[in-house]
């Protein structure tokens, strides 16, 4: 496994193996890594020729500092874990890599970015795009990873590379979650023990709400996973909310033909989680 930390030696060696014909697959990530991230790191090594996982810490999709400073940071294990997958090529820049300037790219994305995360963290979806993007320009992927938890940014990913005119295939990984159906996050690891205990009422409250849909309405479901959070005092519900899973807009009744995500935000003590499941 090889560690670079500039667009210049990175781009040394892929760019002949892109010649070569080879498929490049990329996993891009803010470190802290856990199964979820190296059940994407094994999808993409299973099916390109190479694979490059990137670990940066992005300043610019924070909205808080405090989010920013605490964001947990472990690049010794990181790298001994990745190298027992097989990875070949991890690239760890520095900020003033990835932004020798501010960046002052501002993306229109058609209302997806100005829903749930987005009313909830403004700006945020604009940080994403931007490093995502100069990620891919400096690791030229084929294909790229991500996991289905961040539901509403792999919209965005695939919004921005239709915008930039990205030929790269962006591939959608299942969540993976803990034997509590906790969905696997970096954040998970600033949690208390009392606040892990009381964590898995996140997920429990997501399969309440697929048991109630043939009952009920999206707007009546919602109404009642509201109420459930508003009966205990440790997890303060940010939103919970249907929408149709190509729009991202949030719906009050079902229509046949469509899809739809429910989609969940959560404050656990300092510690902010999301997570979202599909409707059938």
């Known amino acids: 496994m090889i560690v670079y930390t500039t667009e210049k030696e990175l781009q040394k060696h892929l760019l002949p193996l892109r010649k070569e ?6 996993v891009p990530t803010m470190g802290a890594l856990h199964e979820g991230h190296l059940s994407l790191v094994r999808r993409c090594i299973s099916e390109t020729d190479l694979c490059v996982v990137s670990i940066f810490v992005n300043p610019t999709q924070f909205n808080e500092a405090s989010d920013l400073s605490a964001y947990p940071r472990t690049p010794e294990e990181d790298l001994a874990l990745l190298e027992s997958e097989g990875v070949d090529v991890v690239f760890m820049p520095l900020a003033s890599e990835i932004y020798p300037e501010p960046d002052t790219r501002v993306f229109e994305f058609d209302g997806l970015d100005r829903v749930m995360e987005g009313e909830q963290r403004p700006g945020h979806f604009n940080g994403v795009a931007q490093v995502v993007s100069i990620l891919f320009r400096m690791a030229i992927p084929h294909r790229a990873y991500f996991g289905q938890k961040d539901f509403q940014q792999l919209a965005i990913i695939r919004q921005m590379v239709v915008i930039l005119k990205l030929d790269i295939e962006i591939i959608a990984c299942p969540i993976i979650r803990e034997d509590d159906g906790l969905a696997m996050s970096s954040r998970n690891r600033r949690l208390t023990p009392e606040e892990r205990k009381a964590a898995p009422l996140i997920y429990k409250c997501l ?8 009952e009920f309405s999206p707007e009546e479901i919602t109404k009642r996973i509201e109420i459930r959070f508003g009966e205990q005092d440790m997890l ?17 009744h079902w229509k046949e033909g469509l899809q739809y995500t429910g989609c969940i935000a959560v404050r656990l003590g300092t510690v902010r989680l999301i997570d979202n499941v599909n409707f059938a």
């Open 207 to 214: 399969q309440e709400a697929l048991d109630m849909q043939a």
């Open 236 to 252: 303060q519900l940010e939103y919970f909310q249907i929408v149709q899973s190509r729009t991202l807009q949030e719906v009050s």
């Open 21 to 26: 014909g080879r498929i490049l697959g990329m």
